[in-house]
């Protein structure tokens, strides 16, 4: 029986979405894309690999998953295996500190705890890069959770070099974002099935590669001049021609759901009346709010009125992957 290794790993949100794939295997992103880790939604993960087990026994908040459910994480373990010459199988317990698939990127946390501690468990020792590498064969979003901060994740062209890259782990500005939980059910379409479905049939899929690269130079650019107000424009408008990519798919579908436009639509006034506050949507009907501590409490005010106190969660800036 191996050691049983527990890491943590925060989830991130997309203020530059990665959106399509150019190999569904290897997960190879069309675009590179970057994100904010955010602090108080994680996973923790524990991974030990025993010759006594049968197959793997996934435990996901305490719940066993059966076989088809657990088909990603064992299809995982399997590389891990490959990678350690291991034919053991493992003991897998994982605890969701994130509502989730509500959109708040569970797949992000799961996989990137997952691919350090099985890694760690089947004595890898991977560096950060190689961590990040194999993060991204379990989810895409997975690649950008082994770094805090605001984080990178350079396309490349195949498995050795499609990675994240730290672009600034300790942040020095005040930037945090308000998730707003509109709907906690899982969501209606996969990202990975949506993404799939727009690469297939949207016909304006082929304009959203380009503008997404430019849309990250100029990302970067705004973090580095601390530039709040630029940074939410440009995340909105990146997340809004993502989404747009959805309705000219065929079938078309939306993650929007009644509320999401409601709360976009409480941003926009909050910003009309002075209010520096941006919003950002992934593969699900929550939203989140780009916005600085200091304002906070004045969009939480506003919001309240709409919704339940315990459905608006703040998230500061969080740490890489870390061992506990
Ligand atoms: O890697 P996945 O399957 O969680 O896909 C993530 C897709 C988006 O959340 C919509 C965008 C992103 O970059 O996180």
Not at 117 to 132: C, G, M, T, Y
Request: glycine share 6%.
């Amino acid at each position: 029986m191996t050691k049983a290794i527990t890491a943590r790993a925060h989830t991130n949100i997309a203020l530059i979405k990665y959106w399509g794939k150019l190999d569904a295997d290897l997960i190879i992103p069309q675009n590179s894309s970057l994100s904010l880790t955010l602090a108080p939604f994680y996973t923790d993960t524990t991974v030990q690999f025993s010759p006594e087990l049968t197959h793997d026994q996934i435990k996901i908040d305490g719940q066993l998953l059966s076989t088809a459910a657990g088909q990603r994480v064992h299809t995982f373990l399997d590389l891990v295996r490959q990678r350690a010459g291991l034919t053991a199988f493992a003991q897998v317990d994982s605890t969701n500190h994130v509502p989730t698939a509500a959109g708040l990127a569970s797949s992000a946390s799961g996989f990137a705890a997952l691919a350090a501690a099985a890694s760690k468990a089947a004595d890898l020792e991977l560096s950060l890069p190689e961590l990040s590498r194999l993060a991204r064969r379990g989810s895409g979003s997975a690649t950008r959770s082994i770094y805090g901060g605001f984080v990178e994740w350079q396309k490349g062209h195949d498995d050795l070099d499609s990675q994240a890259v730290p672009f600034q782990e300790k942040i020095d500005f005040d930037i945090q974002m308000i998730a707003i939980l509109l709907d906690p059910r899982p969501k209606k379409v996969a990202s990975r099935a949506g993404m799939a479905q727009v690469v297939a049939t949207s016909p304006y899929y082929a304009a959203w590669p380009p503008t997404a690269e430019q849309d990250l130079i100029a990302m970067k650019a705004a973090i580095l001049k601390k530039d709040l107000n630029l940074i939410g424009q440009l995340a909105e408008a990146n997340a809004m021609k993502m989404h747009a990519t959805t309705l000219s798919a065929n079938p078309p579908f939306t993650y929007f759901e009644p509320e999401t436009l409601t709360a976009i639509e409480l941003v926009q006034n909050l910003r009309n009346n002075g209010v520096s506050c941006y919003y950002t949507m992934d593969a699900g009907p929550n939203v989140k709010v780009i916005c600085s501590a200091k304002e906070t409490p004045a969009i939480l005010a506003q919001l309240q009125q709409h919704f339940p106190a315990d459905h608006l969660l703040v998230a500061k800036p969080g740490p890489g992957v870390t061992y506990i």
